[in-house]
């Protein structure tokens, strides 16, 4: 198990799980630290939700891009995924947003139980959408593309079931080499 490192992003508490050694903690961020200025000078509003929303944010290894624990009020951006540098900062930036959303729901005190998760779902592609709309279109075009296509997703898609234990899996074979 790696160990947990703390650090501070924007003035956000980032504990990052650094367990690949072929990847540099302060590359990763790097990338947050652009990804937050980008959703800051895009949207201030949408920034200023996430300082009040989220507690912190968390960086690991994990089986998506970005996802929210209401528990603990953190945002976790995948370690591999802020490593990228085949992308711009939009894309991460753009998994932020779409977390954050999903924080401001649970902020706004809607019930986790019953949720209906496709439509949480749209909402914060809709989010993510109004994002890369923001942006110059040079830097938005992927973020606006992505976001369009999930929005033409059927509910079982769009909010699929995920099989965590066998993602974690997958993830686990990548890193250790195998296919």
């Known amino acids: 198990m790696p160990l947990q490192e703390v650090h501070n992003v924007r003035g956000f508490e980032v504990i990052v799980e650094n367990s690949r050694p072929d990847i540099e903690t302060t590359d990763v961020l790097q990338r947050l630290d652009e990804a937050l200025a980008l959703i800051e000078s895009a949207q201030p509003w949408r920034y200023r939700h996430l300082q009040r929303d989220l507690r912190a944010f968390y960086v690991t290894r994990y089986a998506c891009r970005g996802a929210y624990f209401p528990g603990e009020r953190i945002c976790m951006t995948e370690l591999t995924f802020l490593n990228r540098r085949d992308i711009t900062a939009a894309p991460v930036a753009s998994s932020i947003v779409h977390e954050g959303m999903h924080a401001r729901v649970d902020v706004m005190g809607v019930r986790r139980e019953g949720r209906d998760r496709a439509r949480e779902e ?19 075009a992927p973020v606006v593309e992505r976001a369009l296509a999930s929005l033409e997703m059927s509910d ?24």
């Open 122 to 140: 749209r909402l914060c592609r809709r989010a993510e959408l109004a994002f890369g709309l923001a942006l110059p279109e040079s830097l938005g």
């Open 156 to 179: 079982r898609d769009v909010a699929p079931v995920v099989d965590w234990n066998e993602a974690q899996r997958r993830i686990d074979e990548v890193d250790r080499g195998g296919s």
